[in-house]
């Protein structure tokens, strides 16, 4: 087992590497970046936690004996009571879900026409652009409707773009270094956005209850059977957060190129 000692690893990357068990005992990780990392099962005891930003899927989170998640949860649907209704449970909730899907990526969309084209291919902080979210949920789709419901075992289209670290055997399509124009992927996204409404319109009470037939050729998501109600609320809060995430950026993006205010 390493070692590290009144070591100096400031500035340090960590990529792929296998930290299970590992112990931190008075170690400095202020500015400390963590990005698509298991934490299941981490205690943290006697530390300072101020002016953090934690983005991510919370489970079980006892801060001072609190889990706070029910909190977290319960006040994004206050801020956002159409939140709620991405939790659908028969055939009725997921239309309206898809709506509400829907009319919001209209909205996004359409605030970003009003910037420069180039802009759209700009990471912020980090995160995918804009074009790229778009990509990614072009993936989503193809995976999780096309794929797991539908039963095509390889139906990725050439821009769609799987998450950061997606390893090469799933044998999705991943051209990181594509530059789809808006259009272009906005194309293809209303392509599977229309399919995604074919399959919710076509939704009963039987059909949503069911099983899929497992896929066996390799891919993702994995060659099994699913849900159909799982399979759909995957799409919804891939397309929920990813909205969130754009318009976020796209504040940043804005706000850039506002310039100074007389």
């Known amino acids: 087992m390493a070692d590290f000692t009144d070591a100096d690893l400031a500035g340090a990357r960590f990529e792929r590497v296998d930290l299970t068990g590992a112990e931190f005992h008075n170690v400095d990780l202020a500015r400390a970046?963590?990005?698509?990392?298991?934490?299941?099962g981490m205690v943290l005891i006697g530390v300072e936690l101020a002016d953090v930003r934690i983005d991510g899927e919370l489970k079980?989170?006892?801060?001072?004996?609190v889990d706070i998640a029910p909190l977290v949860e319960a006040e994004l649907d206050?801020?956002?009571?159409?939140?709620?209704?991405?939790r659908p449970t028969d055939?009725?909730?997921?239309?309206?879900?898809w709506d509400?899907?829907?009319?919001?990526w209209a909205e996004t969309v359409e605030r970003a026409r009003g910037l420069d084209p180039a802009l759209l291919h700009e990471s912020v902080d980090g995160e995918w652009s804009f074009i790229e979210t778009l990509r990614h949920l072009v993936m989503a789709t193809d995976s999780w409707v096309r794929r797991a419901l539908l039963g095509d075992p390889a139906p990725w289209h050439p821009l769609g773009l799987p998450w950061d670290g997606a390893p090469e055997e799933l044998g999705v399509p991943c051209d990181r270094a594509a530059r789809p124009s808006l259009e272009e992927i906005l194309a293809v996204r209303k392509d599977r956005m229309a399919g995604v409404r074919r399959v919710i319109d076509g939704l009963t009470e039987e059909s949503l209850a069911a099983d899929t037939e497992p896929v066996t050729a390799p891919g993702w998501?994995?060659?099994r059977s699913f849900g159909v109600r799982e399979c759909l609320l995957v799409v919804l809060n891939?397309?929920?957060q990813h909205r969130l995430f754009a318009e976020r950026d796209l504040d940043v993006l804005q706000s850039a190129t506002a310039g100074p205010v007389t």
């Open 100 to 104: 509400i899907v829907e009319r919001r």
């Open 238 to 240: 891939e397309e929920w």
């Open 33 to 40: 970046r963590i990005r698509e990392a298991d934490l299941t």
């Open 78 to 86: 206050r801020r956002d009571p159409e939140r709620v209704k991405m």
């Open 91 to 97: 055939p009725a909730g997921f239309r309206t879900a």
């Open 60 to 65: 079980n989170v006892l801060v001072n004996g």
């Open 221 to 223: 998501p994995p060659p």
